[in-house]
């Protein structure tokens, strides 16, 4: 799988702890491959989400986010389109629902899954744990290093 044939989405709240994760990762992967990474920071995610849908080189895209689980802090799954939405209730901060975006990208042909970081901690004001910024960094080795080995010439 090319690079080019990816798109990996950093969602969350920069104000709320470890909801930021998913923005935490992609602004870091987005320096290296701002046209494959985008977060919803300054942005409005739909319009990235349609223009991979449309996208015909886009196969994948991936969506990271803090995702009760039930896990220990820090850990992380992976969830494709039909169980993602046990993790991304109805009622979120993502407008429309995360849920409906992947079932919706699915049925457009898109591989679509959920990268989910238990999170510690969703206080409004409070710091990224050390648990889901250890995840982070093991996360950011392994992305990099496959988009890294797969990037178009």
């Known amino acids: 799988m090319a690079a080019g044939s990816v798109r990996i989405f950093g969602l969350g709240n ?8 998913g923005l935490v990762l992609a602004e870091a992967l987005k320096r290296r491959f701002p046209g494959i990474v985008f977060s919803e920071i300054g942005t409005r ?18 969506f990271v986010d803090a995702s009760d689980f ?22 979120s901060s993502h407008q429309p629902p995360l849920g409906l975006f992947m079932e ?5 042909g898109k ?3 959920l990268i989910g970081l238990q999170p510690a901690s969703l206080a409004f004001g ?3 744990s050390e648990q889901v910024a250890q995840a982070l ?5 392994g992305i990099l290093s496959f988009l890294s080995g797969n990037e178009q010439d």
């Open 14 to 21: 920069p104000d709320r702890g470890d909801d930021a994760a």
């Open 45 to 62: 995610p739909e319009a990235w989400v349609l223009a991979a849908a449309d996208d015909a080189s886009v196969n994948t895209v991936l």
């Open 70 to 91: 039930g896990g220990i802090p820090g850990g992380i799954r992976l969830f494709d389109a039909g169980s993602a939405g046990r993790f991304t209730p109805a009622l």
């Open 104 to 108: 919706w990208l699915e049925e457009k």
């Open 111 to 113: 591989k679509v899954y």
């Open 126 to 128: 409070g710091p990224l």
């Open 137 to 141: 960094r093991i996360l950011e080795e």
